[in-house]
């Protein structure tokens, strides 16, 4: 059976996210869970994209830094360490370094920055 139309339909407003009709029956701000969750998503990526330190335009290359305790290897943005097939665990925020490559800690820039 085809879905009757709102009668309000001049004054129901559309869906936010798709701009698709309400359903009928009772009031809700969103057409489908697919709209509710991007709605969702949308609002909380704005919090922690207010959150980030530097310039809005700058890339987000800092991620988390992770070492092996099993042979010592820092890895970038990976839990599992490649060689030894083993979890590693967090050591802090950083990223890769522009001129080597090797994953470097916020902390030791800062810590190199404050001896000069």
Known sequence: MPEAPSRDASVTPGCPICGGPLPAG???NWCSHRCRQRAYRLRHQ??????????????????????????GSRLVGEQRCADCNTWARRVGTGGPCPSCGDAVLVEELLEGANER
């Open 26 to 28: 009772r009031t809700r």
């Open 46 to 71: 704005a919090a922690a994209d207010r959150a980030t330190v530097g310039p809005p335009d700058a890339p987000r290359s800092i991620t988390n830094v992770y070492e092996c305790d099993g042979c």
